[in-house]
Nanobody, 118 residues
Framework: QVHLVESGGGLVQAGGSLRLSCAAS????????MAWFRQAPGKQRELVAR???????NYPDSVKGRFTISRDNAKNTMYLQMNSLKPEDTAVYYC????????????WGQGTQVTVSS
């Protein structure tokens, strides 16, 4: 059974930083593509960072240069370092397992709330 548990969300002022973590179990983490998505109230869920099993990363322009995705295969954990946060980054952030070679999520975590105050 796949289990994804996010942590690290919270309330931060604009310009601040947060680091999210996603602990994974029930998968062969080291050979799995992973991603972070977010969903703001009234908006569709969107991809904010993707990391392949080989360590290649992708970001949309909205977070490029501010967010960094990484993984520690020894700990079965993925991270999202978020710097220079803006109020528009406020959302629930979800960890996901991707179908290999794609951006299609197949498993989700329960989400962690990130709130950025102005």
């Amino acid at each position: 059974q796949v289990h994804l548990v996010e942590s690290g969300g919270g309330l931060v002022q604009a310009g601040g930083s947060l680091r999210l973590s996603c602990a994974a179990s029930g998968i062969s983490f080291s050979i799995t593509d992973m991603a972070w998505f977010r969903q703001a109230p009234g908006k569709q869920r969107e991809l904010v960072a993707r990391i392949t099993y080989g360590g290649s990363t992708n970001y949309p322009d909205s977070v490029k240069g501010r967010f960094t995705i990484s993984r520690d295969n020894a700990k079965n954990t993925m991270y999202l370092q978020m710097n220079s946060l803006k109020p528009e980054d406020t959302a629930v952030y979800y960890c996901s397992v991707l179908l290999r070679g794609s951006k299609e999520p197949v498993y989700w975590g329960q989400g962690t709330q990130v709130t950025v105050s102005s």
